[in-house]
């Protein structure tokens, strides 16, 4: 199993361009959720899935769009890039108890918003 | 939201010296995580708690529930086990992990 893969592994966007991340898993797990880690901060949700056609949002979803058509993927979309967004996205995943359960991480994005 | 305090913040120790880095939250919760984030790398999971202790090789989490406590401790502790560790919870009417800063551990030859 590759478990859990995010790309790119570093983007710089100028301020207002978009772009997606992508995030795969290959373990059928139902829950993933993408976090961003800024320094001195813990990781913050961003918006979560428990399953294919199912999202909703973490704590600050702000600036970011999230679709989920098959279990494998769940990307991450920043409709118009802000210096804000200057962070390291995390995307996870877990199953069966989704939180009461092993969570597993990508190795991160780290995106520069110019 | 709950809080999720960490101590200490920042830790260095010698090599073989016992570590432990302790995690305190505020709410109810069903079950507490302990992850491991090395420089520049991705995060792993060490334990889940519901209850009681977990041993890993070295590691030995614990977790009281009704004083809302969890430690994460490191016996004869070596360089590679320098890296950051995060304690999250699960909130018991939560949706998601809320997570604590981290602990940034340094151990020393």
Redesign the interface.
Known sequence: NAGVTQTPKFQVLKTGQSMTLQCAQDMNHEYM?WYRQDP??????IH?SVGAGIT?Q??VPNGYNVSRSTTEDFPLRLLSAAPSQTSVY?C?SSSPGH??????????TRLTVL | ?NE?EQSPQNLTAQEGEFITINCSYSVGI??L?W?QQHPG?????LF?L?SGKKKHGRLIATINIQEKHSSLHITASHPRDSAVY?C?V?PLS?????????TSLLVTP
């Open positions: 959720s001195g901060m813990g990781l913050r949700l979560y909703d973490g704590e995390f996870a939180l009461t359960d092993t969570q597993y991480f990508g190795p991160g | 939201k999720v069903s079950a995580h992850l790398g991705g995060i792993v999971s889940m519901s995060i999250a699960v939560g949706y998601a992990l809320n997570f604590g800063k981290g």
